[in-house]
């Protein structure tokens, strides 16, 4: 049996874990570039560092419900429960699979919150907080 050239081997998470404070936009950007997971168990979530991990296709793992991050579709919502913590992490570690279906659905978040869209939002918020 042959198999395809470009096939992408499963890769299962090695228990390497590099945690950053970041407290400039740059740090955050330069971050995302290389992470695979966003924590933000700050309450309320970090606003630039969503928007950020939404762009760059990161899933983010957040201690409580809020509007940007939706469970199991571009993150985790840990319920007020930190000790859902390692489950979280594992979730979006031990195979590609979760962490590519947050990816692609980052995709369809950026284009809901970009333009014309976004435009519509701030209208409907605006109009209902009159």
């Given at each position: 049996?042959?198999?395809?050239?470009n096939q992408l081997e499963e890769k299962k998470?090695?228990?390497e874990v590099h945690l950053f404070y970041l407290d400039t936009e740059n740090e955050i950007v330069r971050a995302?570039?290389?992470?695979?997971?966003?924590i933000d168990l700050g309450t309320p979530p970090d606003l630039y560092a969503q928007i950020a991990a939404i762009?760059?296709?990161?899933?983010?793992?957040?201690?409580?419900?809020e509007q940007l991050v939706e469970h199991e579709k571009n993150g985790l919502v840990l319920q007020g429960d930190?000790?859902?913590?390692?489950?979280?992490?594992?979730?979006?570690?031990?195979?590609?699979?979760?962490?590519?279906e947050a990816m692609m659905y980052a995709v369809a978040k950026i284009s809901e919150l970009t333009g014309g869209n976004l435009a519509r939002r701030w209208q409907t918020w605006l109009e209902q907080s009159e």
């Open positions: 049996k042959k198999e395809a050239e998470y090695a228990g995302l570039d290389r992470a695979r997971v966003l762009s760059a296709g990161v899933p983010q793992i957040v201690l409580d419900e930190i000790n859902n913590l390692t489950k979280a992490i594992k979730y979006y570690t031990q195979e590609l699979k979760y962490w590519n």
